[in-house]
T-cell receptor, first 115, second 113 residues
Framework: GAVVSQHPSRVICKSGTSVKIECRSLDFQATTMFWYRQFPKQSLMLMATSNEGSKATYEQGVEKDKFLINHASLTLSTLTVTSAHPEDSSFYIC???????????FGPGTRLTVT | AQSVTQPDIHITVSEGASLELRCNYSYGATPYLFWYVQSPGQGLQLLLKYFSGDTLVQGIKGFEAEFKRSQSSFNLRKPSVHWSDAAEYFCAVGKTSYDKVIFGPGTSLSVIP
């Protein structure tokens, strides 16, 4: 099946620093990718929709300047958490939509801990 | 507003027993409906989806789900649970297959031998 990878799988950073998370579709091209956030024991909350070559569409309440999304190629989208704070600690999951099977494929997630 | 509810936060079943996970949705039109499973350390995996047609949908790993428009429900079932089915299960709804997906709160399934 289609594979979506995320890197890193875990990251610890200090408060005030920025961290970049990569989402790659390994065996297909994805014009649309999605970024979700999941708190412990909770559901996934959509943060933004990332379209290749255009600006991301953010959900209401998500700070665009804090969560920078870049979808520079058909196989790579990045999420940069800028000036991270402890409350940004969470599990971040990306997905990529694949035409044909008409399905979203999810990455394994990235655990971010801000100290 | 679009929403998904999963009334059961946690369910425990014995291995070999049948399983039903409940899902109710609120949507303005006929939605695309999904069931995903999330195992620790693994990405979400699609179990099955419903767009139209036969309201009983067969999925992977022996799961099935039935769409009932009158009840706004899309319950997931499995006739005989295996220990490896222990995981978090999410029901989700979307406008299309490539649009954003709204997830329910999830149901945690434990399987006892």
């Amino acid at each position: 099946g289609a594979v979506v990878s995320q890197h890193p799988s875990r990251v610890i950073c200090k408060s005030g620093t920025s961290v970049k998370i990569e989402c790659r579709s390994l065996d297909f091209q994805a014009t649309t990718m999605f970024w979700y956030r999941q708190f412990p024991k909770q559901s996934l909350m959509l943060m933004a929709t990332s379209n290749e070559g255009s600006k991301a569409t953010y959900e209401q309440g998500v700070e665009k300047d804090k969560f920078l999304i870049n979808h520079a190629s058909l196989t790579l989208s990045t999420l940069t958490v800028t000036s991270a704070h402890p409350e940004d600690s969470s599990f971040y999951i990306c997905s990529a939509w694949r035409d044909g099977p008409d399905e979203q494929y999810f990455g394994p997630g990235t655990r971010l801990t801000v100290t | 507003a679009q929403s998904v509810t999963q009334p059961d936060i946690h369910i425990t079943v014995s291995e070999g027993a049948s399983l039903e996970l409940r899902c109710n949705y609120s949507y303005g039109a006929t939605p695309y409906l999904f069931w995903y499973v999330q195992s620790p350390g693994q990405g979400l995996q699609l179990l099955l989806k419903y767009f139209s047609g036969d309201t009983l949908v067969q999925g992977i790993k022996g799961f099935e789900a039935e769409f009932k428009r009158s009840q706004s429900s899309f319950n997931l079932r499995k006739p005989s649970v295996h220990w490896s089915d222990a995981a978090e299960y999410f029901c989700a709804v979307g406008k299309t297959s490539y649009d954003k997906v709204i997830f329910g709160p999830g149901t945690s399934l434990s399987v006892i031998p």
